[in-house]
């Protein structure tokens, strides 16, 4: 084999000896691929097929040593190095273009400790592998909504989902994190060993090193719940979102509420006669008792003349994969996302206007509560921060990867999310920014613990190693 040309870290390219190469593949218990090996196309998949990015190398490691080694060689050759977990990203960080991608996918081990309540979790794990996991104790963790989202990169930007407004965001629920750091240590960071490293992978992304296993504390949640989605005509969105509020404003914890607007998709739960016809929608996740769940959900179930109602009891595993079919890999995407304190009437106003000759049938502008146990912490606990949240907003555009609607649709998502930023609590979600996104913007979602963030990369990460992701310079 020739030598082999890899991207370095200043962004040039750097010849590679083969025998260097072939030295390095020697000692893993995993895997080096090259384009031409079984299995790259897998390892360098991306949700968002709008990103066009080819590592040089990939190395799919069978252990922590292995990730040791492959930090040490990165570091020590200068090159360019990616982490990727779920590879669901937007911004498609989970690859270095023409550097080298370590795919954490062969990591996958889920353990369950009953007793101590808490899941060991390997940085390979899709959300899918730990709630199948832990919900066979009746347990979860709080993960996000769209199953096959890495466990990796959710956490390590903050993360949240249907059970964000009883237990916090994702990072409230980790315990502990096993990482391998840029000087090539192993630690393991929790509240009382390396508690700043710790505080900095609350929300800080793949900024400070690899993280090899992630601890969460356990709930008792499930295994079934009432839970689902209900859909109107358009024109019933005013009373909709009316209701919406006035439930949200509320509801207990255990029931979370998410209302989108949207054109309705071709699904089955749907009539055909609403496809492709202006719908709102609410999706319903209540965990309580399904006493409770049926005295909550009645003003919704009740409300008006639904198209359709699919809020029932159900595994709570098949909740968090409803969404799924949603948001298929490949397709274009493009999202902006903000925090907001509450929901105004003028809020409401704006919303609505952004759909007015609405053509795309899959742009929507997603409101997704999270109010709760996350509003009870201090700004700083953990570098996530946005303790003010109420509702997330995405705006969110898919559309086929050959109909040539990039810009329109870009576009479109651009305008809604000028109109609704004024009001926003000025953050908004690192997990959700774009290729095109500034280091402003990166700053913005982190706000005051910005500075703290910068600190502790400096001193776990000097030479700036862990630059594939949204960047927070040492
Ligand atoms: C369809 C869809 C639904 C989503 N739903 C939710 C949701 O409900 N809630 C929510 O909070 N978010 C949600 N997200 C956002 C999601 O949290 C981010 O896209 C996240 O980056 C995905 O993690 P991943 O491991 O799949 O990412 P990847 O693309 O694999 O990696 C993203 C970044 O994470 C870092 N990273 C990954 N693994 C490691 C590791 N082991 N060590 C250090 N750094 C690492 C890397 O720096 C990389 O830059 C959703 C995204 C999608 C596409």
Redesign the pocket.
């Known amino acids: 084999m020739a030598a082999v040309q890899i991207t370095g870290l200043a962004g040039d390219r750097r010849e590679v000896a083969a025998e260097t190469l072939d030295g390095f593949a020697s000692a893993l218990e995993g895997s080096l691929l090259y384009p031409d090996s079984e299995g790259f196309a897998e390892a360098t998949s991306?949700?968002n097929g709008m990103i066009k990015k080819r590592p040089s190398v990939v190395v799919r490691p069978g252990s922590t040593e292995d990730v040791l080694r492959t930090v040490n060689f990165a570091r020590d050759n200068e090159l360019e190095l990616?982490?990727?977990?779920?590879?669901?990203?937007?911004a498609?960080?989970?690859l270095s273009d023409g550097g080298i991608t370590l795919d954490?996918s062969p990591m996958k081990s889920v353990q369950v400790d009953v007793d101590a309540r808490l899941v060991r979790v390997g940085?390979g794990c899709t959300l899918g592998d730990v709630d199948r996991a832990t919900q066979e104790q009746g347990r979860a963790a709080t993960l996000?909504?769209?199953s096959a989202?890495?466990?990796?990169?959710?956490t390590?930007?903050?993360?949240?989902?249907y059970l964000t407004r009883r237990f916090g965001w994702?990072i409230d629920d980790l315990e502990e994190a096993e990482i391998v750091t840029a000087d090539g240590g192993v630690r393991r960071a929790s509240r009382t060993a390396s508690d700043d490293l710790f505080w900095a992978l609350r929300g800080g992304?793949?900024n400070f090193?690899?993280?090899?296993e992630f601890v969460y504390r356990l709930h008792d949640v499930g295994p079934q719940i009432t839970a689902g989605v209900i859909a109107w005509p358009a024109s019933e969105a005013d009373a909709v979102l009316e209701l919406y509020r006035t439930i949200a404003e509320s509801a207990p914890r255990e029931l979370t509420l998410v209302a989108i607007r949207r054109n309705a998709p071709p699904a089955p739960w749907l009539p055909e006669a609403a496809h492709g016809t202006p719908i709102i929608q609410i999706v319903a996740c209540h965990s309580g008792s399904l006493e409770q769940a049926t005295a909550d959900l009645a003003p919704i179930k009740s409300h008006g003349e639904p198209l359709a109602d699919m809020i029932q009891v159900r595994d709570y595993v098949a909740q968090q994969a409803l969404l799924d079919a949603t948001?298929p890999k490949g397709m274009h995407?493009y999202w902006k996302s903000e925090f907001l304190p509450g929901l105004s009437d003028e809020l409401f106003e704006t919303y609505n206007a952004q759909f007015v000759g609405l053509k795309a049938p899959a742009n929507q502008i997603v409101l997704f509560q999270v109010s709760g146990a996350l509003n009870e912490r201090a700004e700083d606990d953990g570098a996530m921060g946005n303790r003010e949240a109420a509702f997330a907003c995405v705006i969110q555009s898919m559309w086929g990867p050959d109909t040539g609607a990039d810009v329109a649709n870009r576009e479109w998502v651009r305008t809604a999310w000028q109109a609704l930023k004024s009001y926003s609590t000025g953050g908004n979600?690192v997990?959700?920014q774009t290729e095109d996104e500034t280091d402003e913007r990166t700053k913005e979602s982190y706000r005051g613990n910005f500075g703290r963030l910068a600190e502790i990369k400096t001193k776990y990460d000097p030479t700036n190693l862990?630059r594939?992701?949204r960047n927070i310079r040492p």
């Open positions: 991306l949700w990616s982490i990727r977990g779920g590879g669901h990203n937007i498609g960080l989970a954490m940085a996000g909504f769209v989202t890495g466990v990796a990169g959710l390590l930007g903050g993360g949240f989902g994702t992304g793949g090193g690899v993280v090899t948001q995407y979600y997990n959700f862990f594939v992701n």
